[in-house]
Antibody, heavy 122, light 110 residues
Framework: QVQLVESGGGVVQPGKSLRLSCAASGFTFSNFGMDWVRQAPGKGLEWVAG????????YYADSVKGRFTVSRDNSKNTLYLQMNSLRGEDTAVFYCARHVIGATGESWFDPWGQGTLVTVSS | QSVLTQPPSVSAAPGQKVTISCSGT????????ISWYQQLPGTAPKLLIYDNNKRPSGIPDRFSGSKSGTSATLGITGLQTGDEAGYYC???????????FGGGTKLTVL
């Protein structure tokens, strides 16, 4: 079945870096855009970054632009999120999600991974 | 402050019907399709409605979606205690060049 599994979360000091991974299985990874969405403790969903199926388009939320970089390795069916200059407000569960685009351009996220927790604290 | 506005909470009795609103602008809801996500306590979000009113396979027809202008609505009929969850609307915002979500609505089935 279609599955996404995130890894790489943990506790990191402010100003440091961390790289998240999202391993995909059960579908042709190279045919789909992929996105990262995060959720701070007790808060709502915040879209973070997205990437087209072939890596040619990348787009970011203003809150992470210049600090986070999304990438993918289609040979390994894996999506990455490199996070630099981390701040306390980056503390959240990070989810990866498959970005599905319909026949007439409509789009949605399905499925979502189980998430990985990133805690930025000294 | 979320770009899309949802009520923080709604509640209703088992068996009843509830609606959750999602309000935006002509840069997001009015010109792009809406999707809805259900997040049960302690779990990842799950797609509930896509392309404004379509249900993925496995989602019961108790769940419905609609859109009109700059607003969208999620409807749930025949409420069950298992429907207690957070519900989020989401869409692309053409002005921001980013995906946006509503702040989320917590559904309580009394």
């Amino acid at each position: 079945q279609v599955q996404l599994v995130e890894s790489g979360g943990g506790v990191v000091q402010p100003g440091k870096s961390l790289r998240l991974s999202c391993a995909a299985s059960g579908f042709t990874f190279s045919n789909f855009g992929m996105d990262w969405v995060r959720q701070a403790p007790g808060k709502g969903l915040e879209w973070v970054a997205g990437m087209s199926y072939d890596g040619s388009y990348k787009y970011y939320a203003d809150s992470v632009k210049g600090r986070f970089t999304v990438s993918r390795d289609n040979s390994k069916n894996t999506l990455y999120l490199q996070m630099n200059s981390l701040r306390g407000e980056d503390t959240a569960v990070f989810y990866c999600a498959r970005h599905v685009i319909g026949a007439t351009g409509e789009s949605w996220f399905d499925p979502w991974g189980q998430g990985t927790l990133v805690t930025v604290s000294s | 402050q979320s770009v899309l506005t949802q009520p923080p909470s709604v509640s209703a009795a088992p068996g009843q019907k509830v609606t959750i609103s999602c309000s935006g602008t002509n840069f997001n809801i009015d010109n792009n399709d809406i999707s809805w996500y259900q997040q049960l306590p302690g779990t990842a979000p799950k797609l509930l409605i896509y392309d404004n009113n379509k249900r993925p396979s496995g989602i019961p027809d108790r769940f419905s979606g609609s859109k009109s202008g700059t607003s969208a609505t999620l409807g749930i009929t025949g409420l069950q205690t298992g429907d207690e969850a957070g519900y989020y609307c989401g869409t692309w915002d053409s002005s921001l060049g980013a995906w946006v979500f509503g702040g989320g609505t917590k559904l309580t089935v009394l």
